[in-house]
């Protein structure tokens, strides 16, 4: 590696998905932006369009193996 190129971003998460699960889905939500978190609308997550085709192409690949 060339001192110009820049190292590749790791996220470490501590939350144990097994005992916390909705703790660490939220976390891999904020650092991955799939939800855009800015508006304090309870109840209502906003979803970037990026998110949302992943999703989608997450929901036919699931329905694939089904």
Same mark, same amino acid.
């Given at each position: 590696?060339?001192? !110009?190129e820049? $190292? #590749?971003?790791?996220? @470490? &998460?501590? @939350?144990d $998905? *097994?005992n916390d &699960? #909705? !703790?660490w889905?939220?976390? @891999?939500? $904020? %650092?991955a *932006? /799939? =939800?855009? @978190?800015r508006?304090g %609308? $309870?109840?209502?997550?906003p979803f #970037? #369009?990026?998110? &949302?085709?992943?999703? !989608?192409?997450?929901? =036919? +690949? +699931? *329905? *694939? %193996? /089904?």
């Amino acid at each position: 590696m060339s001192g !110009n190129e820049e $190292k #590749p971003r790791s996220t @470490i &998460f501590d @939350i144990d $998905k *097994e005992n916390d &699960f #909705p !703790n660490w889905f939220g976390e @891999i939500c $904020k %650092v991955a *932006e /799939l =939800a855009d @978190i800015r508006y304090g %609308v $309870k109840g209502f997550t906003p979803f #970037p #369009p990026w998110s &949302f085709m992943t999703m !989608n192409n997450m929901f =036919a +690949l +699931l *329905e *694939e %193996v /089904l």
